[in-house]
């Protein structure tokens, strides 16, 4: 069975300060693995996705993500944090079939 | 393209009521998955359908159920309502077709309280 696990149910940096939001993952096979964003009254948007292609992924935003299969990661990043960028950030987990698996969630706070 | 339309966006009910939330999703688009976000739980998946059959489910009481349409509309049901089934409920198509990457398009929710 697969799971997915963010470190930290809040982080809070300053604007223009590196955004790091952790996510670790178990899987039994190569997993699809995905970053979303939720804004205050809304549903989820992808942010980005790996799907094998490239280990380093852009998204939108100027977010990006590591694959990184020896630590079991995705970490998501972004070098300058700007204010609008604060919101709630899903780490999910597919492996095929129907149904894909959510981390609890990170709330990015960002301080002017 | 439209997206995924949820309706109603907001609805209050009491204990012991049922409700049913509809979900209407991308053009094409024949998975329809539900999830219910509450600040203590995250996101929990309560189950996904496709071509009208449901395809897997999660870990909730059979008060909730669900059923998806020939033109792919879904539909979820919570009877004997409770205060702890307040929450956003979210829904997401998807093509889960071969070659198919699993991306999740959602719908803005529907906010369900019971009071």
């Known amino acids: 069975a697969q799971s997915v696990t963010q470190l930290g149910s809040h982080v809070s940096v300053s604007e223009g300060a590196l955004v790091l939001l952790r996510c670790n993952y178990s899987?039994?096979?190569?997993?699809?693995l995905f970053w979303y964003v939720q804004y205050p009254n809304q549903g989820l948007q992808l942010l980005l996705k790996?799907?094998?292609?490239?280990?380093l992924v852009k998204g939108i935003n100027g977010f990006e993500a590591e694959f990184k299969k020896s630590e079991t990661s995705f970490h998501l990043t972004k070098p300058s944090a700007h204010m609008s960028d604060a919101a709630e950030y899903f780490c999910?987990?597919?492996?095929?079939?129907?149904?894909?698996?959510f981390g609890a969630g990170t709330r990015l706070f960002v301080k002017a | 393209k439209a997206g995924v339309t949820q309706t109603p966006r907001y609805l209050i009910k009491t204990r012991g009521q049922q409700v049913t939330l509809s979900c209407s999703p991308i053009?094409?688009?024949?998975?329809v998955s539900w999830y219910q976000q509450t600040p203590g739980q995250g996101l929990q998946f309560l189950f996904e359908?496709?071509?009208?059959?449901?395809?897997n489910k999660g870990n909730f009481p059979g008060r909730f159920s669900g059923r998806q349409f020939s033109n792919s509309r879904s539909e979820m049901n919570v009877s004997t309502l409770e205060l702890g089934d307040s929450a956003l409920y979210l829904c997401?198509?998807?093509?889960?077709?071969?070659?198919?990457?699993?991306?999740?398009?959602f719908g803005e929710g529907s906010r369900l309280t019971v009071l």
């Open positions: 997401a198509s998807s093509l889960r077709q071969d070659q198919n990457t699993g991306e999740l398009f």
């Open positions: 899987s039994s096979v190569p997993p699809y």
């Open positions: 790996y799907t094998s292609a490239a280990t």
């Open positions: 999910a987990v597919w492996t095929g079939g129907f149904k894909t698996i």
């Open positions: 053009s094409g688009h024949r998975s």
């Open positions: 359908y496709f071509s009208e059959t449901q395809r």
